[in-house]
């Protein structure tokens, strides 16, 4: 195995220690950002110096709880600057050891990602089902608490050899009286080339060809059980060669009752959010009361949502008007004419709104405005937020009365643009 030296130079290159203040100060409150933003150039010159020395060390941490689940964790972080420093080292050291790692390993690894994986298995059986009938899954009891951080120094020093580096390296090991710290950066790496090994060896030693690892969580797929079971000896012993317990909640079940792996509970046919996953979910959506924060939650929901069969998940738990009629389903003709509520929520221009499905509340006519006056139209976004809009045009206004007449408010609809004269019109589509 080859071995990296000489990395300091690409820790402290200015780049690298950019792209670790950046990373780090970007999820910190809007004052504390600006705080470290102020002093960027301070931080950078002092960790490029205490780095380049091989001095930097982790020095203090807060601790703090942290509920996953029923599982509550004890989860350490470090002052910013320390942060960042750790980032900037890790940054490169992971370009270099990562690698080494199979591909069916994807926690905390870049261009990877459980997604990536999730498809991969999944392609996997689809591809090979008479050969993964079966299935096999396990995860470690504490897993970093129990790392050996002597085990842990010589696994690093298979990697690196760089002897300014190193030192630094060791204390992030030894952050904690035992074990690994959670929450420090390193810590993920660390983990992941301490299961490699094995990983390794339950491939190319045991011959466990369908073997995907997340982090601690330990998935095989295999025929029959009995090649299941003597899988399962082999990695009782490699754990057990790294100090380490698998829980005796580790099973052997057949792929037909699901696999629970990733988020997703896959049964060789339909991949299913887990039920748990949806339920939080549900709750957020129903105590958030941002609407930036129920945007990001979402966009997050969603990106986990298309990779399985959740064609309607979305709609079932967002939208709560299942029955409403489309705008473009009313029959509603436009017939011109010549033609006071106050309405809650934030004012936004029609233009902002093209090519947005909103649903219309209410609406109310001749609003004085400073260019006249205008109709003041009631809406929702589909995250439930109500907010507001002017318009002066007819069309939309007979519309809106057509609505009102026919008892068909509420009603959903996208807002189009089209060109009118030499200007643009908004209109319901």
Known sequence: MKRYGNLINEIIDRSNLEASFDEVTC?????SKEYYRSKKEEIINRLATTIGDGSFRITRFEEFEVKDGNKIRKVQ??????????NAVMRVVEHYVYPTVIPTSCASIKGRGMHKLFRKMRSDIRHNMEDCCYYFQSDFRKFYESICQILMKQVIRRYIKDKVLLPILDNFIELMPKGLSIGLRSSQCFGNLLLS????????KYGARFYYRYCDDILILAKTKKRLWWLREKLHAEAEALGLEIKPSE???PLSEGIDFLGFVYDGDKA??????KQRFARHMA???SRSRRRKLIGSFYGMAKWGNCRHLMQTIIDKRKDMEEFKNLGLVYQPEDG??????????LGTLVNLHIVILDFEEDVPTENGNRTLVQFQFDNGTKAKYFTSDKRQLQFLRLAKERKVLPFGTTIGMESFGKGVRYTFN
């Open 27 to 31: 999820d910190l409150s809007k004052w």
């Open 287 to 289: 105590k958030v009361k």
């Open 197 to 204: 090994e094995l990983d390794h060896r339950m491939k190319e």
């Open 77 to 86: 972080s470090p002052p910013v600057e320390e942060r960042i420093g750790c």
């Open 251 to 253: 099973a052997i079940r």
């Open 340 to 349: 006071k509520k106050q309405f809650v929520g934030e004012r936004v221009k």
């Open 272 to 277: 299913r959010i887990r039920k748990r996953t």
